[in-house]
């Protein structure tokens, strides 16, 4: 029962437009989102988060949207980059005392020049 | 800061062998977290420790795994006997004290590529 799934396995884009990555969740205690970008041979690394009581945040070109209502959160790169292809994982907690990450199996960005 | 640690990087092994990957997380963190990833699965939660202390264990697949963490620089993940559906990339992770900053963020290590043949 995959309670983190993000239904796109890979997305192609040019380099300066827009990278739209989607997440969905179906349990309602989430209430603390991460996105995490992993190269390969290498270990995920933290992106930006999101908490529940919020609806967007931004960091840079990357922005992060949450719509509670939906159970579905989406990060936006603008403009994409070459460098920005990598797996792109969407995690959720429960926060609290809680401290369990739930991943999604992640979707492979590319940015082609 | 070094970041975390772990090794080896790369483990083959045949079936039925013991298997151990060692992590050394960030100073100054005191949650540990162990994480399998598979084509199949994704990432997984196996277990983690705060304090030194197993938290969480539900995500361990079965008897044939163990995990310790004796002090706050050093845990090892086991694996007796090995099976080759063990096979996967095996990532260490830690983070910050409870109240700290970012503390739902979690730093992860570069992985142990482990194939059991």
């Known amino acids: 029962d995959q309670q983190v799934k993000q239904n796109s396995p890979s997305l192609s884009v040019q380099e300066g437009r827009i990278s739209i990555l989607n997440c969905d969740y179906t349990?309602?205690?989430?209430?603390?989102f991460l996105w995490y970008k992993k190269y390969p041979a290498e270990g995920p690394t933290f992106l930006i988060s999101i908490s529940s009581i919020k609806d967007k945040n931004e960091d840079g070109r990357f922005t992060v949207f949450l719509n509670k209502s939906a159970k579905h959160l989406s990060l936006h790169i603008v403009p994409s980059q070459p460098g920005d292809s990598a797996v792109y994982f969407c995690?959720?907690?429960?926060?609290?005392?809680?401290?369990?990450?739930?991943f999604g199996k992640g979707t492979l960005l590319t940015v082609n020049p | 800061d070094a970041g975390v640690i772990q090794s080896p990087r790369h483990e083959v092994t045949e079936m039925g062998q013991e298997v151990t990957l060692r992590c050394k997380p960030i100073s100054g963190h005191d949650y540990l977290f162990w994480y399998r990833q598979t084509m199949m699965r994704g990432l997984e939660l196996l277990i983690y420790f705060n304090n030194n202390v197993p938290i969480d264990d539900s995500g361990m697949p079965e008897d044939r795994f163990s995990a310790k963490m004796p002090n706050a620089s050093f845990s090892t993940l086991k694996i007796q006997p090995s099976e080759p559906r063990d096979s996967a990339v095996y990532f260490c992770?830690?983070?910050?004290?409870?109240?700290?900053?970012?503390?739902?963020?979690?730093?992860f290590g570069p992985g142990t590529r482990l194939l059991v043949l």
């Open positions: 349990n309602s205690m989430f209430d603390y």
């Open positions: 995690a959720a907690s429960e926060g609290g005392s809680n401290y369990k990450l739930t």
């Open positions: 992770a830690s983070s910050f004290p409870a109240g700290g900053p970012a503390q739902e963020t979690q730093y």
